[in-house]
């Protein structure tokens, strides 16, 4: 199928294109080169086609008002404690953007907020984005080169993201969409259920304390599917990383949420160790037109865990020459 290109925006000098991808399913999705981001997705229902992701119309308000809206997340993704690590013996200081004293999604420039390269595939309905990433970059050592090939099959959005680096380097990239899957301004009655038996701790800054609790009788135990509501009725608050079940079967979903109308269903499949579960407990976005607060969409960002830095015993997140970074993750919404 044709894959429309044309000019978005611009940033510190550099267009940024938008991608229009179109399926036999009738899906529709516009990706930006400006951090990879999803700009709007949109599926076919009863009525005609509902958008599932939260977005902008116009470009000005991603740099200055969104909060890693549709975007990739990294070099790191998540969350580093106290805003260093060490490495073969260096020390490495990132800048402290989340909380004065913490580094979150890699930095203020990290991967999210750069403007990629675009080429696209039409035979594969698929468009390939590519960025280098300089040695010292946002504190990071190594020259590294990211590749993200989103494929759009039928009703599927396939990702496939990889580096190849110079140096040994932490590297950890997420999918960051907010999804609302229904008609109304919050996603807290969708019904969340997710393949997972235990969660990483955290302290009051949501930095991993190094603890691997299982998740039974908690918030975190959606295996057999629950709303974001308590037994009152009231909202509670998700930002957090689930382990996945280890020894898994690739070709079953991790999670499945379905809308609260029961029009649509989402499920992804992820090769990642872990998954951010969150629902915009920090949002308060009025830009665009658009008012975006609390609650109002979901993020299932697949990835390995946060601060896996400072926590041996979490799966390694460094790449060297020769041992590539690749991550798949599939999402499908019908």
Not at 48 to 71: I, N
């Amino acid at each position: 199928m044709t894959i429309g290109v044309e000019e978005f925006g611009a940033f510190e000098g550099k267009r940024v294109d938008q991608f229009k991808l179109r399926s036999s399913t009738g899906v529709e999705v516009d990706l930006i080169s400006w951090g990879v981001a999803v700009r709007d997705w949109r599926v076919p229902v009863a009525d005609g086609l509902r958008s599932v992701v939260l977005g902008f119309e116009h470009f000005d308000a991603y740099p200055a008002h969104s909060p890693h809206f549709g975007s990739l997340a990294g070099r790191v993704a998540n969350r580093i404690g106290g805003a260093s690590f060490g490495l073969d013996g260096k020390h490495y200081p990132t800048p402290a953007n989340f909380a004065d004293r913490h580094t979150l999604h890699g930095g203020p420039e990290g991967l999210g907020r750069v403007v990629w390269d675009g080429e696209v595939d039409t035979a594969r309905n698929a468009v390939r984005f590519t960025h280098f990433s300089p040695d010292g970059h946002m504190g990071f050592p190594g020259n590294v080169t990211f590749s993200a090939l989103y494929t759009l099959e039928g009703s599927k959005l396939k990702l496939e993201l990889r580096a190849t680096t110079d140096q040994r380097t932490p590297i950890n990239l997420v999918q960051h969409q907010y999804f609302n899957l229904g008609t109304g301004p919050d996603v807290l009655d969708h019904r969340y259920q997710v393949n997972s038996g235990a969660y990483t701790e955290v302290d009051s800054d949501l930095i991993p304390t190094g603890g691997i609790l299982p998740s039974k009788g908690t918030i975190w135990d959606l295996r057999a599917g629950r709303t974001m509501r308590d037994a009152a009725g009231k909202p509670v608050d998700y930002d957090g990383n689930v382990v996945l079940d280890q020894g898994r079967d690739l070709d079953v979903p991790v999670a499945t949420v379905n809308g609260p109308d029961g029009a649509l269903t989402l499920k992804l499949w992820t090769d990642r160790p872990g998954l951010q579960v969150y629902n915009s407990v920090w949002s308060d976005v009025r830009a665009d037109g658009k008012v975006y607060g609390k609650y109002s969409g979901f993020c299932l960002e697949d990835q390995s865990f946060p601060d896996a830095l400072h926590n041996s015993h979490f799966p390694s997140i460094i790449y060297e020459p020769g041992k590539d970074y690749l991550h798949h993750c599939d999402i499908e919404i019908a």
